[in-house]
């Protein structure tokens, strides 16, 4: 059975950092691409960024600049520096992880709660 699990999460002050990571067990063979999605209350989830086993990454507009997502396929772990945190990240944010291209869902950790707020 595969679980991804995050860690990371917490409290932070406008301004600070917050290094999330994401390890996945089990079941996972191969990995196309990694990714970091953010719910926030009362709005739709987004992509937050990206990263292709060939190491191709991609952001949000939002966060461009601010966060970097670094993964190890070898090791099934993919992680997010968010620098220069403002309270309009606050969110909860979940890793994905698609074994294939052709798999468009993938699997989805249960997410980790970061609140920006002074």
């Known amino acids: 059975q595969v679980q991804l699990v995050e860690s990371g999460g917490g409290l932070v002050q406008p301004g600070g950092s917050r290094r999330l990571s994401c390890a996945a067990s089990?079941?996972?063979?191969?990995?196309?691409?990694m990714a970091w999605y953010r719910q926030a209350p009362g709005k739709t989830p987004e992509l937050v960024a990206s990263?292709?086993?060939?190491?191709?990454?991609n952001y949000a507009d939002s966060v461009k600049g601010r966060f970097t997502i670094s993964g190890d396929i070898a090791k099934k772990t993919v992680h997010l520096q968010m620098n220069s945190l403002k309270p309009e990240d606050t969110a909860v944010y979940y890793c994905n992880i698609r074994p294939r291209a052709s798999d468009p869902n993938g699997f989805w950790g249960h997410g980790t709660q970061v609140t920006v707020t002074a």
């Open positions: 089990g079941g996972v063979f191969s990995i196309y691409l």
């Open positions: 990263i292709t086993s060939g190491g191709t990454s």
